[in-house]
């Protein structure tokens, strides 16, 4: 059959927009089931999640210093004291030892452990001393890994051995040392400088050392500053006494309080 167009011109504009229209119509009727719903704007940022904090897990630590009394402990009487709650050592020009001289906590010699203490230096050097050995010719002087510091901050961090190999990772290197070999940089933990800025000076900061195998973790006040791993047999050591380091030199004076281990 043939569609004769209709002669009237209203009632051909009548027809356009009714064929318009219709057009319209069936469009929808096929795009709108193939849509799906908008997916919800993810929020800024992306994936978010609350990880776990294990340096400040304070679970099997106990204490090791009794605030009170230096019970546990074994010093040089006229250079170390216990005051307002903290371990005290101070050198004057009348008590200068003729070498660095410690104060040994006389609770053991661990092997694997996290130890945690607090510290506050005003001047001079001094350090945390673990897996140490006591020299049998020189009382109170030590031999080993320690936790250095510093007052002008140039040292503290890093992992230093006293007596022995000497620097074994500055403030923010990761280092290996081989069998007979010296240290080596592996990998890096920060900007020694910028790690600097973590480090409270004149006040306190809180140090957690970490031994576990031949590996050494230094923390300040949460941030990693040195790390180590020790194959040097003949050198390294796996267990050994802990101690508080006062520096020969100028007078100086350095309190420690709030001393926790946790054997692993």
């Known amino acids: 059959m043939l569609f004769r167009h209709p002669q009237n011109h209203e009632t051909q504009q009548v027809v356009r927009r009714l064929a ?3 057009c319209s119509v069936v ?20 994936f978010k999640m609350e990880l776990p904090q294990p340096l400040k897990d304070e679970t099997g630590f106990k ?3 009794d605030g009170k009394t230096l019970d546990g402990w ?13 371990i005290v050592g101070e050198t004057t020009a009348d008590t200068m030892p003729k070498q660095n001289s410690f104060l040994i906590w006389r609770g053991g010699s661990p092997s694997d452990f996290e130890l945690k203490a607090q510290y506050r230096l005003g001047a001079v050097n001094s350090g945390i001393q673990y897996r140490s050995i006591e020299l049998p010719d020189i009382r109170w002087a030590m031999k080993g890994y320690q ?6 901050e140039r040292f ?16 923010g290197q990761y280092t290996y040392i081989g069998m007979g070999k010296k240290p080596g940089v592996v990998g890096s933990l920060g900007d020694g400088a910028e790690l600097k800025n973590f480090i409270k000076s004149g006040d306190w900061n809180e140090y957690h050392i970490i031994a576990h195998g031949n590996a050494l973790t230094q923390v300040l006040n949460g941030h990693v ?10 050198n390294r050591k796996m267990s050994g006494l802990i101690g508080i380091q006062l520096h020969l030199g100028p007078p100086m004076k350095v309190e420690v309080r709030n001393v926790r281990i946790k054997v692993i």
Do not use: H
């Not at 074994?74 to 903290?86: A, C, I, Q, S, T």
């Open 147 to 152: 936790a250095d510091i510093d007052a002008e």
């Open 74 to 86: 074994d010093g040089d009487p006229k250079l170390w004291r216990v005051e307002g709650g903290n």
């Open 20 to 22: 318009v229209v219709f």
């Open 63 to 65: 204490q090791i210093f």
């Open 156 to 171: 503290t961090g890093q992992i230093y051995e006293e007596r022995g190999r000497g620097f074994l990772a500055l403030r």
């Open 27 to 46: 469009a929808l009727v096929i795009v709108l089931p193939a849509q799906k719903p908008a997916p919800p704007e993810r929020p800024a940022g992306g």
């Open 225 to 234: 500053m040195s790390m180590l791993v020790d194959d040097d047999g003949p």
